[in-house]
């Protein structure tokens, strides 16, 4: 009885405690967002606010970054705009963006809560979404194979990959059958990156990603911007966990597949100090990096590498993809500049069919600026956001602690002081001698979480622009072909651009 009493009492002080706990975390919580609310007030707000909801029936009626851009030129260098509760400040200037993304970087991090939220089933603690010592290691371990090494292979896998799609495209050839190119780009891309990393053949690629991590993308999609389809566990929903699970096993069971091959048995136990196959891809270079630092493949390492790999896929695959096709659709719609980058693509691609060097195609100066013209006026990342993890000045405001802040690149690329006629498509600002004021072009962000796969989709974009626009002539199938997907990101054309091709 006694020991019972005694039970009861530590079970009752339990419960008060936890209790006590929860009401001084809500208690904080509270504090720090009347604090916020109240410190925010002094920045502008954009117009278009209605009472409880703030700007979001605004956002829900109109493309939000367009939104954001306008109100951003309208109201000022530092704006707010609130979404229900949420507070979100949206800058634009260069020094404001490097503030952010280079000079006070330490004091910002990744909005995982938000933007970011329904895509974390592939990101997880992968580098795009990573934190602190565990981002630090990662990034120094994947920087060299993803800036240097690749690139010697990226060439060649490219080419394979726009011969692969040339040999599709023969077969449209006075058909009068139009192609969807948008498409076709998104899975010559996944192949890309697939066989990069993974070594993986394209028809595997063909086979694996349309089956499960294209749909996971599509629901993912369909959350950020509805996002109680999280709660609803209908038939969409369970296909989405299963194909989740699906995808993980798939890249798990390769990658202790990978690890048994290089170094012995799958916990490492038995492993060599160095593997006796030279590393054939960047999967291997990584696994080099884990036996020489840590020595040993366990699930956790099997579990960041699994997030590593989506990460790759999710951040590679759809940006290439989508500045590949509004690239060759700015081409069609401007003939002098397809007539020099067809110059380029003749002088740069061997006339026996050979492999062309990695040297010829980085020379390709203005098909180079054409790619980053595309990314410019189509800012295909139109926004990137941050959370401050302590107070800091923003312009003259006062920034409180936990603020989400957006950060417009779409903005930047547009503004008429920086950019004059920005809706004008002109490689020539990016050739020559002109130099490009710092952070004025940021379809890459800068600082040290700048795009690790800059280097590789540049010159992806390179071999497959050039190598199709050697070969044929192509002409939009109607003039919806130019529309952008309005609500997706990154920004990709509305009808997945249908191309005739001679
Ligand atoms: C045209 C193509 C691409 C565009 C426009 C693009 C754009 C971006 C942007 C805007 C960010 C910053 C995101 C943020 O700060 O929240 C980023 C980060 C990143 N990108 Fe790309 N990207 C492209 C291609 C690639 C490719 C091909 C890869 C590699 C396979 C890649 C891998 C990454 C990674 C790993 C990060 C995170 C870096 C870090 O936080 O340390 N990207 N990219």
Redesign the pocket.
């Known amino acids: 009885m006694g020991t019972m009493g005694m039970d009861l009492k530590l079970a009752a002080e339990i419960v008060l405690g936890l209790v006590l706990f929860l009401a001084v975390l809500s208690a904080k919580g509270i504090v720090a967002l009347v604090r916020r609310k109240l410190m925010l007030r002094k920045v502008p707000s954009a117009p278009e606010s209605v009472p409880l909801l703030g700007h979001a029936l605004t956002l829900m009626n109109n493309v939000p970054w367009d939104k954001f851009c306008e109100w951003k030129s309208r109201c000022g260098p530092v704006v707010r705009v609130s979404i229900m509760h949420k507070d979100l400040v949206l800058v634009d200037d260069p020094a404001l963006l490097k503030h952010v993304f280079q000079s006070k970087s330490q004091r910002y991090c990744?909005d995982v809560d938000f933007s970011y939220y329904p895509f974390m089933c592939l990101l997880g603690t992968g580098?795009?979404t990573a934190e602190g010592k565990l981002?630090r290691r990662q990034?120094s371990m994947v920087s060299v194979h993803?800036r240097v090494e690749i690139l010697d292979e990226i060439v060649g896998i490219s080419m394979k990959g726009a011969m692969r799609l040339a040999k599709k495209l023969d077969g449209f050839k006075g058909t009068g059958k139009p192609v969807a190119l948008a498409e076709e780009f998104r899975h010559l891309t996944l192949q890309v990156?697939g066989e990069a990393i993974l070594s993986m053949p394209h028809e595997e690629a063909d086979r694996v990603f349309p089956l499960l991590y294209l749909p996971i993308m599509e629901e993912a999609n369909k959350r950020s911007l509805r996002p109680w389809r999280e709660y609803i566990p209908n038939r969409e929903w369970f296909g989405h966990k299963r194909r989740i699970a699906q995808l993980d096993a798939y890249i798990k069971d390769l990658l202790r597949d990978r690890w048994s091959r290089r170094y012995g048995d799958a916990n490492g136990a038995e492993a060599p100090v160095q593997s006796k196959i030279p590393a054939g891809d960047i999967i291997d270079k990584i696994m080099d990096d884990v036996q020489k630092y840590q020595g040993t493949f366990n699930s956790q390492v099997e579990e960041q590498l699994c997030y590593e790999i989506k990460?790759?896929m999710l951040?590679?695959h759809e940006?290439?993809a989508a500045?590949l096709s509004w690239a060759l659709y700015e081409l069609t719609q401007n003939p002098e500049c397809m007539e020099k980058v067809r110059a380029e693509a003749l002088a740069a691609f061997p006339e026996d069919g050979s492999m062309p060097t990695k040297d010829a195609m980085s020379g390709m100066d203005y098909t180079y600026a054409v790619l980053k013209e595309a990314?410019r006026k189509y800012s295909?990342?139109p926004v990137?956001t941050r959370i401050n993890k302590e107070d800091d000045v923003l312009g003259d405001y006062m920034i409180p602690k936990g603020t989400t802040i957006g950060l417009l690149l779409q903005s930047v690329h547009h503004r008429e002081d920086i950019w004059p006629d920005p809706n004008e498509f002109r490689p020539e600002r990016f050739m020559g001698s002109k130099e490009v004021a710092p952070y004025t072009f940021l379809?890459?962000?800068d600082g040290p979480?700048n795009?690790?796969?800059?280097h590789?989709?540049l010159l992806e974009g390179r071999v497959i622009l050039a190598y199709l626009v050697k070969t044929f002539k192509f002409t939009p199938f109607t003039d919806k072909e130019g529309e952008k997907a309005a609500l997706v990101v990154p920004i990709a054309p509305l009808t997945h651009m249908r191309m005739l091709v001679e």
């Open positions: 990744k580098l795009v981002w990034r993803f990156i990460t790759f951040a590679g940006t290439s500045m990314l295909i990342v990137v379809p890459f962000i979480r795009c690790l796969g800059q590789l989709a």
